[in-house]
C-alpha cells in the first residue's frame, strides 16, 4: 500500500542541506587539541592483572559468544581511539585459518620505553595490568570509548597467544604472551617505516566456550566505526573466505548513515547537519524526515552506541520539539487553538545521528547502553535548537512539509490512542474478550502456554487436530497482515488481523501514539509484557515465498509495535518440512532443504523411496504436522533474537524489505540470495 502524503517532492538544487557551527573554525576538532607527549610517563596503573580467566563474564561480559567479540572490541577500540586523538587514518582487521584475528592501525604505536613506577616496559604494564594506559591522566588521550583501561590486557588474559608488533622510532618491537603472561622480553625484530601497533591473538578454548567469529558482528563493528569517523579507512581482511573482505570508508560520515537508513524511503528533504565544539564537548548531528511512520534515533558517545539514549537523546529531542512549535507558532500554522506538537509528534518519519566526543562521560551501567552526562543535555539542546532554527529560517519550504507532517503525526496520535484502547479493552484477561478465530488452550500458565500464527483456515483446520490442546493455542489469519512499515499506527489498528492478534497476546501495543498523553506528550503505556499469555509465540507458515512474506510481515509488526517480545525472545519460527522421503508403507524422512532432501535419499540408495514436497501445511496431514513441527520433543524451532547492537543494520534492513522503494529491496535480494536461506533476515 502506497503512502499518502501532501508534501511536495524536495528541491534538487543541493545534494546537502548543510548547517556548520562557527564554534569549530578552520576544521578544528576536539581530537586535534590533544596536548601532552604520548610515552612511558603517560602510562598509569590502577591494579594489575587478576581473576580473569577465572571470572571472565567480570571483563568482558560472559565466557561465550558475547566475551568473544568484545575481546575484539577492545582491540579494535585502541586504534579507534588513536584515531580520536588524531593521529590514525588507517586500521586493518584481519581473520586467520587458525581462528586467530589481528588488528593492525597506524598510529603512535604503544609506548615501549621503562615504565619508572613499574620497572619494565610501558607494553608490558599495558598488556598485563588491568586499568593501566593512557587514558586516565590526560597525557595520551583526551577522549577515548575506553575508559577503564582493562581492555586489551583481558583481550590478552583470555587467549591461547597474543603477538604485540609496535613500529615505533624507526624500529620493529615485538612481544609475546601465553595466557596472558610474557614469554618473551619486548625485542627490536628489525626497521620500520611509520608507526603504529599490530595485535595477533587466538582466543583460549580452555577458558572460552566459543571460539568462533561471527564475520557479520565483527564487520558491523568496523563499519559503525567509519560512518562515525569520516577519516578513517577500515580494511576486512579474510583468510577463511576472501570474499568477505571488505573496505569500509564514508567520506560524509553520519549524513551517509542518516541517508542509508532511508534508503528504502522517501526522504522529504536533504540531511540537515550539525557540527559544534562546546565546553570540551564535540556534539555532531545528522537529521532526516521520510514520508513513513517510524523514527529512529541513533545515539553515540566517544563512538559507543547508546541503544537506550541518554542526556544526548533527551536534549536532541526537547530541542526539537521546542524549535518545531516555536517555528509553527511564528509562521501562524500552528494557530492560537492550536495545542502544541509532542515530541512523537515531531519524531514521526525521523531518522536522526547524534555523535557525541567527551572527556570522562557517565553511564547508567558497565555496558554503557545510556549516557548520563548532566552536561551532554544542555550541549545537544542548544546544537539543535539553534541549528535547526536558523535551518528552518532558510528552507521556508522543507519547514512546511515538516510542520504539516507533525500535525498530520498529531491527529493520528489521538485515533491511535482511541483505537488502542479498545484493543486493550477487547484484550481483557477472559474469554469474551478474546478473538472469535482463537482457538485457545486449556491451560491458564504462560510459562507452558504457546500459540501458533499460522497463515489462512486450511493450515488452521490441519493444526487444530495436530495440537496439543492443553498448552497449544491457534490463531488463524486470514491472508498477509498489514504491513506496518507503510501504514500509521491508526490504520494498522483498524485492522482485522492485527487487532486479533493484539487482542490475543493480551499485552498492548509499545507504542508511543498509546500513550494518553498530556500536552507534554507523557503518559502511561498501554503495553504491559507481564500479561503476556503465552511464552512462546510461534510463527508458522508454510515454506514458500508467500509464507516467508507473511513471516516477515509479521515480524515487522513484532519489531514496531512488540518490540519486547523479541528483545526477550518469546518469538519462534517454526520450521516445517519441505520434503517427506518414504520407503515403503511406514518409514518416512522430513526434510527442511533441497540439501537435506538429497543427503537423506543418498543415504536410502538401495532403498525404493517416493519424495514428495509439501505445497503447504494445509496439504500435511496431521499426524506428520504434529511429529515433524509441533512435537516439543522433535520439532525445530528458531528463536528469534534481537541483537540490539544492529540496530542501524536492522533498521536498513527493514527500510529496504517493507519500505515504499522497489529498488534497494532488488539490489538486498541480489545480493544476499546465494548467501542465506532466509533471505528476509540476513542480519
Same mark, same amino acid.
Given at each position: 500500500?502506497?503512502?499518502?502524503?501532501?508534501?511536495?517532492?524536495?528541491?534538487?538544487?543541493?545534494?546537502?542541506?548543510?548547517?556548520?557551527?562557527?564554534?569549530?573554525?578552520?576544521?578544528?576538532?576536539?581530537?586535534?587539541?590533544?596536548?601532552?607527549?604520548?610515552?612511558?610517563?603517560?602510562?598509569?596503573?590502577?591494579?594489575?592483572?587478576?581473576?580473569?580467566?577465572?571470572?571472565?563474564?567480570?571483563?568482558?561480559?560472559?565466557?561465550?559468544?558475547?566475551?568473544?567479540?568484545?575481546?575484539?572490541?577492545?582491540?579494535?577500540?585502541?586504534?579507534?581511539?588513536?584515531?580520536?586523538?588524531?593521529?590514525?587514518?588507517?586500521?586493518?582487521?584481519?581473520?586467520?585459518?587458525?581462528?586467530?584475528?589481528?588488528?593492525?592501525?597506524?598510529?603512535?604505536?604503544?609506548?615501549?620505553?621503562?615504565?619508572?613506577?613499574?620497572?619494565?616496559?610501558?607494553?608490558?604494564?599495558?598488556?598485563?595490568?588491568?586499568?593501566?594506559?593512557?587514558?586516565?591522566?590526560?597525557?595520551?588521550?583526551?577522549?577515548?570509548?575506553?575508559?577503564?583501561?582493562?581492555?586489551?590486557?583481558?583481550?590478552?588474559?583470555?587467549?591461547?597467544?597474543?603477538?604485540?608488533?609496535?613500529?615505533?622510532?624507526?624500529?620493529?618491537?615485538?612481544?609475546?604472551?601465553?595466557?596472558?603472561?610474557?614469554?618473551?622480553?619486548?625485542?627490536?625484530?628489525?626497521?620500520?617505516?611509520?608507526?603504529?601497533?599490530?595485535?595477533?591473538?587466538?582466543?583460549?578454548?580452555?577458558?572460552?566456550?566459543?571460539?568462533?567469529?561471527?564475520?557479520?558482528?565483527?564487520?558491523?563493528?568496523?563499519?559503525?566505526?567509519?560512518?562515525?569517523?569520516?577519516?578513517?579507512?577500515?580494511?576486512?581482511?579474510?583468510?577463511?573466505?576472501?570474499?568477505?573482505?571488505?573496505?569500509?570508508?564514508?567520506?560524509?560520515?553520519?549524513?551517509? /548513515?542518516? *541517508?542509508?537508513? =532511508?534508503?528504502?524511503?522517501?526522504? $522529504?528533504? !536533504?540531511?540537515?547537519?550539525?557540527? %559544534?565544539? #562546546? @565546553?570540551?564537548?564535540?556534539?555532531?548531528?545528522?537529521?532526516?524526515?521520510?514520508?513513513?511512520?517510524?523514527?529512529?534515533?541513533?545515539?553515540?558517545?566517544?563512538?559507543?552506541?547508546?541503544?537506550?539514549?541518554?542526556?544526548?537523546?533527551?536534549?536532541?529531542?526537547?530541542?526539537?520539539?521546542?524549535?518545531?512549535?516555536?517555528?509553527?507558532?511564528?509562521?501562524?500554522?500552528?494557530?492560537?487553538?492550536?495545542?502544541?506538537?509532542?515530541?512523537?509528534?515531531?519524531?514521526?518519519?525521523?531518522?536522526?545521528?547524534?555523535?557525541?566526543?567527551?572527556?570522562?562521560?557517565?553511564?547508567?551501567?558497565?555496558?554503557?547502553?545510556?549516557?548520563?552526562?548532566?552536561?551532554?543535555?544542555?550541549?545537544?539542546?542548544?546544537?539543535?535548537?539553534?541549528?535547526?532554527?536558523?535551518? /528552518?529560517? *532558510?528552507?521556508? =519550504?522543507?519547514?512546511?512539509?515538516? $510542520?504539516? !507532517?507533525?500535525?498530520?503525526?498529531? %491527529?493520528? #496520535? @489521538?485515533?491511535?490512542?482511541?483505537?488502542?484502547?479498545?484493543?486493550?479493552?477487547?484484550?481483557?484477561?477472559?474469554?469474551?474478550?478474546?478473538?472469535?478465530?482463537?482457538?485457545?488452550?486449556?491451560?491458564?500458565?504462560?510459562?507452558?502456554?504457546?500459540?501458533?500464527?499460522?497463515?489462512?483456515?486450511?493450515?488452521?483446520?490441519?493444526?487444530?487436530?495436530?495440537?496439543?490442546?492443553?498448552?497449544?493455542?491457534?490463531?488463524?489469519?486470514?491472508?498477509?497482515?498489514?504491513?506496518?512499515?507503510?501504514?500509521?499506527?491508526?490504520?494498522?489498528?483498524?485492522?482485522?488481523?492485527?487487532?486479533?492478534?493484539?487482542?490475543?497476546?493480551?499485552?498492548?501495543?509499545?507504542?508511543?501514539?498509546?500513550?494518553?498523553?498530556?500536552?507534554?506528550?507523557?503518559?502511561?503505556?498501554?503495553?504491559?509484557?507481564?500479561?503476556?499469555?503465552?511464552?512462546?509465540? $510461534?510463527?508458522?507458515?508454510?515454506?514458500?515465498?508467500?509464507?516467508?512474506?507473511?513471516?516477515?510481515?509479521?515480524?515487522?509488526?513484532?519489531?514496531?509495535?512488540?518490540?519486547?517480545?523479541?528483545?526477550?525472545?518469546?518469538?519462534?519460527?517454526?520450521?516445517?518440512?519441505?520434503?517427506?522421503?518414504?520407503?515403503?508403507?511406514?518409514?518416512?524422512?522430513?526434510?527442511?532443504?533441497?540439501?537435506?532432501?538429497?543427503?537423506?535419499?543418498?543415504?536410502?540408495?538401495?532403498?525404493?523411496?517416493?519424495?514428495?514436497?509439501?505445497?503447504?501445511?494445509?496439504?500435511?496431514?496431521?499426524?506428520?504436522?504434529?511429529?515433524?513441527?509441533?512435537?516439543?520433543?522433535?520439532?525445530?524451532?528458531?528463536?528469534?533474537?534481537?541483537?540490539?547492537?544492529?540496530?542501524?543494520?536492522?533498521?536498513?534492513?527493514?527500510?529496504?524489505?517493507?519500505?515504499?522503494?522497489?529498488?534497494?529491496?532488488?539490489?538486498?535480494?541480489?545480493?544476499?540470495?546465494?548467501?542465506?536461506?532466509?533471505?528476509?533476515?540476513?542480519?
Amino acid at each position: 500500500m502506497a503512502n499518502e502524503t501532501a508534501f511536495p517532492s524536495p528541491e534538487d538544487d543541493s545534494t546537502l542541506d548543510h548547517v556548520e557551527s562557527h564554534a569549530a573554525l578552520d576544521g578544528e576538532t576536539l581530537a586535534e587539541k590533544v596536548e601532552g607527549v604520548y610515552d612511558a610517563s603517560s602510562i598509569q596503573v590502577l591494579e594489575g592483572l587478576e581473576a580473569v580467566r577465572k571470572r571472565p563474564g567480570m571483563y568482558v561480559g560472559d565466557n561465550g559468544r558475547k566475551g568473544l567479540h568484545q575481546m575484539f572490541r577492545e582491540v579494535l577500540d585502541n586504534g579507534v581511539d588513536e584515531a580520536l586523538a588524531g593521529h590514525c587514518d588507517v586500521i586493518k582487521v584481519g581473520m586467520y585459518r587458525d581462528g586467530s584475528l589481528s588488528v593492525e592501525d597506524n598510529g603512535r604505536g604503544i609506548p615501549v620505553d621503562l615504565h619508572q613506577k613499574e620497572g619494565i616496559s610501558a607494553l608490558t604494564v599495558i598488556m598485563t595490568k588491568l586499568h593501566a594506559g593512557g587514558k586516565f591522566g590526560g597525557g595520551g588521550y583526551k577522549v577515548s570509548g575506553g575508559l577503564h583501561g582493562v581492555g586489551v590486557s583481558c583481550t590478552n588474559a583470555l587467549s591461547a597467544w597474543m603477538e604485540t608488533e609496535v613500529k615505533r622510532d624507526g624500529k620493529t618491537y615485538r612481544q609475546r604472551f601465553e595466557k596472558g603472561v610474557p614469554v618473551t622480553e619486548v625485542e627490536v625484530i628489525g626497521k620500520a617505516e611509520g608507526t603504529g601497533t599490530k595485535q595477533t591473538w587466538l582466543p583460549d578454548a580452555t577458558v572460552l566456550t566459543d571460539t568462533h567469529h561471527d564475520v557479520h558482528i565483527l564487520k558491523k563493528r568496523m563499519k559503525e566505526i567509519a560512518y562515525l569517523n569520516p577519516k578513517v579507512k577500515l580494511e576486512f581482511e579474510s583468510e577463511i573466505e576472501p570474499e568477505d573482505s571488505e573496505v569500509f570508508y564514508y567520506e560524509r560520515g553520519i549524513v551517509q /548513515l542518516v *541517508e542509508d537508513m =532511508n534508503e528504502g524511503e522517501d526522504a $522529504i528533504h !536533504k540531511p540537515i547537519h550539525f557540527h %559544534r565544539l #562546546r @565546553e570540551g564537548m564535540e556534539v555532531e548531528v545528522a537529521i532526516q524526515y521520510n514520508t513513513g511512520f517510524h523514527t529512529n534515533i541513533l545515539a553515540y558517545s566517544n563512538n559507543i552506541h547508546q541503544p537506550d539514549g541518554g542526556t544526548h537523546v533527551s536534549g536532541f529531542s526537547t530541542a526539537l520539539t521546542r524549535v518545531i512549535n516555536s517555528y509553527g507558532r511564528k509562521m501562524n500554522i500552528l494557530k492560537e487553538k492550536d495545542k502544541n506538537f509532542t515530541s512523537e509528534d515531531v519524531a514521526e518519519g525521523l531518522k536522526a545521528v547524534i555523535a557525541l566526543k567527551l572527556e570522562n562521560p557517565s553511564y547508567n551501567s558497565q555496558d554503557k547502553v545510556k549516557l548520563v552526562t548532566p552536561e551532554a543535555q544542555g550541549a545537544t539542546n542548544s546544537l539543535v535548537g539553534d541549528g535547526l532554527s536558523t535551518y /528552518l529560517e *532558510e528552507n521556508p =519550504n522543507v519547514a512546511k512539509r515538516i $510542520i504539516e !507532517k507533525a500535525m498530520t503525526a498529531q %491527529r493520528a #496520535r @489521538e485515533a491511535a490512542r482511541k483505537a488502542a484502547e479498545a484493543v486493550k479493552r477487547s484484550s481483557a484477561m477472559d474469554s469474551f474478550g478474546l478473538p472469535g478465530k482463537l482457538s485457545d488452550c486449556v491451560s491458564k500458565d504462560p510459562t507452558v502456554s504457546e500459540i501458533f500464527l499460522v497463515e489462512g483456515d486450511s493450515a488452521g483446520g490441519t493444526v487444530k487436530q495436530a495440537r496439543d490442546r492443553v498448552t497449544q493455542a491457534l490463531l488463524p489469519l486470514r491472508g498477509k497482515i498489514l504491513n506496518v512499515q507503510k501504514a500509521r499506527i491508526d490504520k494498522a489498528l483498524d485492522n482485522e488481523e492485527v487487532k486479533s492478534l493484539i487482542a490475543a497476546l493480551g499485552i498492548g501495543i509499545d507504542i508511543d501514539t498509546s500513550r494518553e498523553s498530556d500536552e507534554e506528550g507523557n503518559g502511561k503505556s498501554n503495553f504491559d509484557l507481564t500479561k503476556l499469555r503465552y511464552h512462546k509465540v $510461534i510463527i508458522m507458515t508454510d515454506a514458500d515465498v508467500d509464507g516467508e512474506h507473511i513471516r516477515t510481515l509479521l515480524l515487522t509488526f513484532f519489531y514496531r509495535y512488540m518490540r519486547p517480545l523479541l528483545e526477550e525472545g518469546y518469538v519462534y519460527l517454526a520450521q516445517p518440512p519441505l520434503f517427506v522421503v518414504k520407503v515403503g508403507i511406514n518409514e518416512r524422512h522430513y526434510a527442511a532443504t533441497i540439501e537435506e532432501r538429497d543427503r537423506i535419499v543418498a543415504g536410502l540408495k538401495k532403498k525404493k523411496v517416493t519424495v514428495t514436497r509439501f505445497k503447504g501445511l494445509g496439504e500435511m496431514n496431521p499426524d506428520e504436522l504434529e511429529e515433524t513441527t509441533m512435537n516439543p520433543e522433535k520439532r525445530r524451532l528458531i528463536r528469534v533474537e534481537l541483537n540490539r547492537e544492529f540496530e542501524a543494520e536492522i533498521e536498513i534492513m527493514f527500510s529496504k524489505l517493507m519500505g515504499d522503494k522497489v529498488e534497494p529491496r532488488r539490489e538486498h535480494i541480489f545480493k544476499h540470495a546465494r548467501s542465506t536461506d532466509n533471505l528476509d533476515w540476513h542480519y
